[in-house]
């Protein structure tokens, strides 16, 4: 008897917004990670290691537009932006406010 694969044992069971909210905390990991204020550069950039990574993602990897994609997210559009320099850390940081 062949023994069902992963993918096959959870067929019908992942919810696609789930898996689009995943894709869409990736993005934004990486849009904090590459704005994120820090003190500690990397030598010859101008910045440590990680956000030299994620700067580096954002700007030119094919990887960025992919998980965009999945995230439901306008690749182009938030690569714009953040090369602009329109996009602050502190706008995915904030903290809801609950009432």
């Known amino acids: 008897m062949r023994s069902k694969s992963s993918v096959e044992s959870f067929e019908g069971h992942i919810d696609a917004n789930d898996c689009r909210d ?42 960025f537009k992919v998980v965009c994609g999945l995230a439901g997210m306008n690749a182009d559009m938030w690569r714009k932006l953040y090369i602009e320099g329109k996009l602050e850390y502190t706008m995915f940081t904030r903290v809801k406010e609950t009432g």
Do not use: F
């Open 22 to 63: 995943l894709w869409v905390a990736v993005v934004k990991t990486g849009l904090c990670d590459a704005l994120r204020p820090s003190r500690n550069m990397r030598y010859g950039t101008g910045l440590p290691t990680d956000q030299w990574q994620a700067d580096a993602w954002i700007r030119h990897s094919e990887d």
